[in-house]
C-alpha cells in the first residue's frame, strides 16, 4: 500500500513568508490499484511525489510505502519503491545492460543475478537491439523504456509514475501502458501522475483531483462523471476546481 496521511508541504518565500504547496493531503493506493493523482501545473502534485519518495521532507504528515515510514525508516522504503519520470536521468556513457545490471548491484544483487535480472527486463521490454548501445545514443523512447526497465530491477511493491509517457511514439507508449496495467495485474500499488487525461481515464481504478495543494475530488471515473455529470475527465475536472471540494468515498 501506499499512504499519504495529512500531508502538509510548505515553503519559504523570499519576503519571509510560507507558501503552502500541500495541505493536508490524504489518500491511499491499495495493492493491485492504479491511483491517479491529477491536477494542472502548480497544484502539487510534484512535491506529494517527492514527499512519497522522501526527496523534500513534509511540513506535517507521514508518507508510508509498503508498511514502511518513508521519513523513519528511508533505506527500507528505497528496496520497495520504484519511481520513474519523465526527466530520470541515466548514465550516459553506459549501455543498457550495463545500467540495468550496476542497479542491480545496488540493491543487492550478485553480478550473475544481476544479469539475469537484466536479460528478463531487456526481453519484457524488448530492449534486444540497443541493449549494447550506450544510453547516450538512445532515442527519447529507447531511453524510457530503460528507465521503466531500471524501476523494475528489483521487482518493489509500489510504483510511483511521473509523466511516464510524456514524449513517447505511438509504440513506445503502447509498450508503457501495457506495462503498468500488467504491474497493477501483478498487485502493486501504482501512483500515476499525467496531463493525458484519456490515459488516466482507461488506466486509474481511482483518479485524486488536486487544485491549490488540495485534494477536491477523489473517486472511480464512473463516481466522478456522476458526480459531477460531465463525461470527460478534462471536464470534470474543470467544473470542479469552481465549486466546494467534494469527496467521493
Do not use: W
Not at 540497443?130 to 526497465?149: H, M, P, V
Not at 509504440?171 to 503498468?180: A, D, I, K, P
Not at 504491474?183 to 499525467?194: F, M, N, P, W
Not at 487544485?211 to 459531477?228: D, K, N, T, V
Amino acid at each position: 500500500m501506499i499512504l499519504a496521511d495529512n500531508l502538509t508541504k510548505s515553503f519559504p518565500t523570499p519576503d519571509g513568508s510560507e507558501k503552502q504547496a500541500v495541505a493536508g493531503l490524504s489518500f491511499a493506493v491499495e495493492p493491485g490499484q492504479i491511483y491517479g493523482l491529477l491536477g494542472p501545473n502548480g497544484a502539487g502534485k510534484t512535491t506529494t511525489l517527492r514527499m512519497l519518495c522522501g526527496l523534500v521532507t513534509p511540513t506535517s504528515g507521514r508518507a508510508v510505502i509498503a508498511d514502511h515510514d518513508v521519513q523513519t525508516d528511508a533505506l527500507a522504503v528505497k528496496r520497495v519503491l520504484g519511481f520513474l519520470t519523465a526527466n530520470t536521468g541515466l548514465y550516459q556513457r553506459l549501455s543498457v545492460r550495463d545500467v540495468l545490471v550496476y542497479f542491480g548491484k545496488l540493491h543487492g544483487m550478485t553480478a550473475s543475478q544481476a544479469r539475469d535480472r537484466a536479460a528478463i527486463l531487456i526481453d519484457i521490454f524488448d530492449m534486444a537491439d540497443f541493449a549494447s548501445l550506450r544510453c547516450g545514443s538512445l532515442s527519447t523512447g529507447q531511453k524510457q523504456r530503460c528507465n521503466i526497465a531500471r524501476a523494475l530491477v528489483a521487482d518493489p511493491p509500489a510504483l510511483i509514475l511521473d509523466e511516464p509517457t510524456l514524449g513517447l511514439d505511438v509504440l513506445s507508449n503502447r509498450v508503457m501502458l501495457n506495462f503498468v496495467r500488467d504491474q497493477r495485474d501483478a498487485g502493486k500499488s501504482i501512483i500515476l501522475s499525467t496531463h493525458y487525461l484519456d490515459e488516466a481515464e482507461t488506466l486509474c481504478d481511482r483518479i485524486g483531483l488536486i487544485h491549490q495543494g488540495r485534494l477536491i475530488a477523489e473517486g472511480s471515473f464512473p463516481e466522478l462523471q456522476q458526480q459531477s455529470g460531465e463525461q470527460r475527465l478534462s471536464d470534470i475536472f474543470l467544473k470542479l476546481i469552481h465549486e466546494e471540494p467534494v469527496h467521493i468515498v
